[in-house]
């Protein structure tokens, strides 16, 4: 079993930054792949970026703007945010699946976290 934990949400001005964190526990996560999705009131959830030992990837819409880190010894993961516009804000999840292959549905995931807020006011 494992357990996610996000941190690091809040409201942030329009062109700001965050940096979510997400501190697994429960298993050794380097074989994991890791992702972040977001749920804005309304819609899908949506997929933000996902990271697997030796590579990462992040959706087109936060492409330049997001970057996924991971610290394997610390079993966390972080979601920089730069540049955040009002279409970003959402709750915001982690995400873990094994094995660590990268994928973009959420239904691939099998491990998910409570989700951290995120508010960017324009």
């Known amino acids: 079993q494992v357990q996610l934990v996000e941190s690091g949400g809040g409201l942030v001005q329009a062109g700001g930054s965050l940096t979510l964190s997400c501190a697994a526990s429960g298993r050794t996560l380097s074989s994991y792949a890791m992702a972040w999705f977001r749920q804005a009131p309304g819609k899908e959830r949506e997929f933000v970026a996902a990271?697997?030992?030796?590579?990462?990837t992040t959706a087109d819409s936060v492409k330049g703007r997001f970057a996924i880190s991971r610290d394997n010894a610390k079993s966390t993961v972080y979601l920089q945010m730069n540049s955040l516009k009002p279409e970003d804000a959402a709750l915001y999840y982690c995400?873990?699946?094994?094995?660590?292959?990268?994928?973009?549905?959420?239904?691939?995931?099998?491990?998910w976290g409570q989700g951290t807020q995120v508010t960017v006011s324009s």
């Open positions: 990271i697997r030992s030796g590579g990462a």
């Open positions: 995400a873990a699946k094994w094995p660590g292959i990268i994928a973009t549905s959420p239904g691939a995931y099998t491990y």
